[in-house]
Structure formats: C-alpha cells, structure tokens
C-alpha cells in the first residue's frame, strides 16, 4: 500500500511570488508520481508527471516539481505566481507495475494568490 | 472531444434511499475509474473497469455500492440504502490503456444524504 502526504492544507501567496508545495509519499514499491491541479468549479486535471529519467519535471504553465527518492518526495515550485494559479493542487501516487494505474492522492494545498 | 461527463451534478437524497449515478467517458477510452472525495481530503479509489469488465475494487466500496460498465462505454454507480457517510463527491475519470498515465476527470456528481 502507498500512501501521500500534502504537508500544507492552505498557502496563500501574493502575485508574482514563489510558490512551494511539499508532498512526501510512502510505499513498499515504486512508484510513479502526479500533480494534478483542480481550478475553481473544473474537474481535476493533470499538471505534471514523473515516470522516469530526469528527476525534474515542468508543465507549460510554469510550475516543476523534482523527484527526490532518498527523500520520498516530488515537492511543486513555480517561481513566480499569477492570480489565475488559485486553485486546488493534488500529488498523486501510482504503482510501477500494477495493473489499472489507479491514483492514490494526497489531502490537498489549496493556493490562494494575492494581488 | 467533449471531455468525461457526469450526472446528475447535485443529487439530495434522505438516508435509506438509492441512487444512480452515471458517468460518460471520453470517446474510445477503454479504463473507466471511480473515485470519491469528501470534505477536505483527496480523491480515493473506489473502482476500475477496463472495457466492460471491472478489474479492482477498493475496500471503501461496501456491498451497498455497485458499479457496472455494461458496454464498454458509459458507467453507472449506485448506492443502496443511503446513509449520511455517503456524503461526498464522487469522481469519474477516463483514460487510454495505452496512455495509462493521463486521468480525464468529469467534474463530479456531489451527493448530499440527509
């Protein structure tokens, strides 16, 4: 079994500043890694992902997140934030090798950017 | 593409009655997921068909739940018997076997027992 650990329920953050999530994971394997993003009234939806290769992954808006395996976590930075960022952020855990890929997530770090 | 349709949206219902939801994949999405979420956690698995066949159930979903896919196509979830620990958000999501590592989420139904 696996399980995810979103350290901050809340982080609100002023435009233009930097921005760090923390997710740490637990599991007997390996496994791969998500951020999902679930705007204001939006279905979840994917942000980023590690399978493997270079631990340091980004998306088109911005935001990277690195692979850290001795210290089990895929923590989410963007260096500078914008008001349309606010939104509901998910990491994500899914077993290498199991069958149906299913998402085991994280509570959540809901982002509230400031003018 | 129209993206993963749910519905109802909103559904209000007194403890001890049923109810069906439905969820309507992306076109040609052969894995169909269910997840739940309550209040201020994540999402968490409750079910998986590949095609027609439903392939992994979680320990959260009691005898009161059941899922089917009868056509590989759209699903439905029900829950018998309500109760007020129903109360959630329960999430679809679709995706290629091929690309596994990309969930389509709907936008959820949100259940409400009184």
């Known amino acids: 079994a696996q399980s995810v650990t979103q350290l901050d329920s809340q982080v609100p953050v002023f435009e233009e500043a930097p921005v760090e999530l923390r997710c740490n994971y637990s599991s007997s394997v390996s496994v791969y890694l998500f951020w999902y993003v679930q705007y204001p009234n939006q279905g979840l939806q994917l942000l980023l992902k590690y399978l493997s290769g270079s631990t340091l992954v980004e998306s088109i808006n911005g935001f990277e997140a690195e692979f850290n395996k001795s210290q089990t976590s895929f923590h989410l930075r963007k260096p500078s934030v914008h008001i349309s960022d606010t939104a509901e952020y998910f990491c994500a855990v899914s077993q290498v090798k199991a069958a149906g890929n299913k998402l085991t997530f994280g509570g959540g770090t809901r982002v509230l950017v400031k003018p | 593409d129209t993206g993963v349709s749910q519905n109802p949206r909103h559904k209000i219902t007194k403890r001890g009655q049923n109810v069906t939801f439905r969820c309507d994949p992306i076109?040609?999405?052969?894995?169909l997921y269910w997840y739940r979420q309550t209040l201020g956690q994540g999402p968490e698995f409750l079910t998986y068909?590949?095609?027609?066949?439903?392939?992994?159930k979680s320990r959260l979903l009691s005898d009161r739940f059941s899922a089917e896919r009868p056509k590989g196509s759209f699903s439905t979830l029900e829950i018998q018997r309500t109760e007020q620990g129903d109360s959630a958000m329960y999430l679809c999501?679709?995706?290629?076997?091929?690309?596994?590592?990309?969930?389509?989420f709907g936008p959820g139904t949100r259940l409400t027992v009184l």
């Open positions: 999501a679709s995706s290629l076997e091929r690309e596994w590592d990309t969930q389509y």
């Open positions: 068909f590949q095609n027609e066949a439903q392939l992994e």
């Open positions: 076109s040609e999405h052969n894995r």
